[in-house]
């Protein structure tokens, strides 16, 4: 399948592209960074996800809304307007089966800062819409809000014994997640999965039930 996934340079959104990739899926990755990734089936546009030029590209069947930021001044505008947008382009492709956002558990329990927390929100309930919009064409649509996830976002978490030990003792598991198991949750909701629409997935070990923000 065609495949389309923003922000595929490092961290999330470069695992579920590797994950794709493993699978035998055609990978098409927008992101600002360049490629970090080297595979025959992988294609990388370096570009903002506001950037309105053509993406020239198969229309995608699968389309995952991975990339954001956590600056507070562009949060509004790239999380959720910028991802709305994206989104926008493709929804009449006839080959589209699935949707996916990546949102976070933030949007849930509003422990992060307050222009990313709400661009989080919206992207969920704008999932939330989409999934009654397409439903009547079989489209699937739901979204992943990660708890804390080991990526290089993360590195002065992970890089400081303290904070590190600090954050795992808010989840129940003891850990946080890693970038492929958000990976395979992806590739399943949006390849295997034909029922579940409408949903927000929350990964965070258990965390929710404590609620705490540590940074």
Same mark, same amino acid.
């Given at each position: 399948?065609?495949?389309?996934?923003?922000?595929?340079?490092?961290?999330?959104?470069?695992?579920?592209?590797?994950?794709?990739?493993?699978?035998?899926?055609?990978?098409?990755?927008?992101?600002? &960074? $360049?490629?970090?990734?080297?595979?025959?089936?992988?294609?990388?546009?370096?570009?903002?996800?506001? @950037?309105?030029?053509?993406? #020239?590209?198969? @229309?995608?069947?699968?389309?995952?809304?991975?990339?954001?930021?956590?600056?507070?001044?562009?949060?509004? #505008?790239?999380?959720?307007?910028?991802?709305?947008?994206?989104?926008?382009?493709?929804? @009449? !492709?006839?080959?589209?089966?699935?949707?996916?956002?990546?949102? !976070?558990?933030?949007?849930?329990?509003?422990?992060?800062? $307050?222009?990313?927390?709400?661009?989080?929100?919206?992207? =969920?309930?704008?999932?939330?819409?989409?999934?009654?919009?397409?439903?009547?064409?079989?489209?699937? =649509?739901? !979204?992943?809000? $990660?708890?804390?996830?080991?990526?290089?976002?993360?590195?002065?978490?992970?890089?400081?014994?303290?904070?590190?030990?600090?954050?795992?003792?808010?989840?129940?598991?003891?850990?946080?997640? #890693?970038?492929?198991?958000?990976?395979?949750?992806? &590739?399943?909701?949006?390849?295997?999965?034909?029922?579940?629409?409408?949903?927000?997935?929350? =990964? @965070?070990?258990?965390?929710?039930?404590?609620?705490?923000?540590?940074?």
């Amino acid at each position: 399948m065609n495949v389309l996934i923003t922000g595929t340079s490092r961290g999330i959104g470069k695992a579920i592209a590797e994950r794709f990739l493993t699978e035998g899926h055609a990978v098409f990755g927008v992101d600002l &960074c $360049p490629a970090a990734i080297e595979h025959p089936n992988y294609t990388h546009f370096t570009r903002d996800i506001r @950037d309105e030029r053509p993406l #020239d590209i198969p @229309d995608p069947e699968i389309l995952i809304n991975n990339a954001g930021t956590l600056e507070e001044t562009d949060a509004i #505008d790239v999380n959720l307007s910028g991802t709305i947008r994206f989104t926008e382009r493709f929804l @009449d !492709s006839p080959a589209l089966r699935s949707i996916l956002f990546i949102a !976070s558990a933030s949007a849930r329990n509003g422990a992060e800062f $307050p222009y990313y927390v709400a661009s989080k929100a919206g992207i =969920v309930g704008y999932m939330k819409y989409l999934a009654n919009a397409l439903g009547k064409r079989g489209i699937t =649509v739901n !979204s992943i809000s $990660p708890g804390g996830v080991v990526t290089p976002a993360n590195a002065h978490i992970l890089e400081s014994e303290a904070l590190y030990a600090a954050v795992k003792n808010e989840t129940l598991l003891g850990k946080w997640a #890693d970038a492929d198991e958000i990976a395979a949750l992806s &590739c399943a909701l949006t390849v295997e999965n034909r029922s579940i629409t409408g949903e927000d997935i929350l =990964v @965070d070990n258990g965390e929710m039930l404590k609620s705490n923000f540590i940074w």
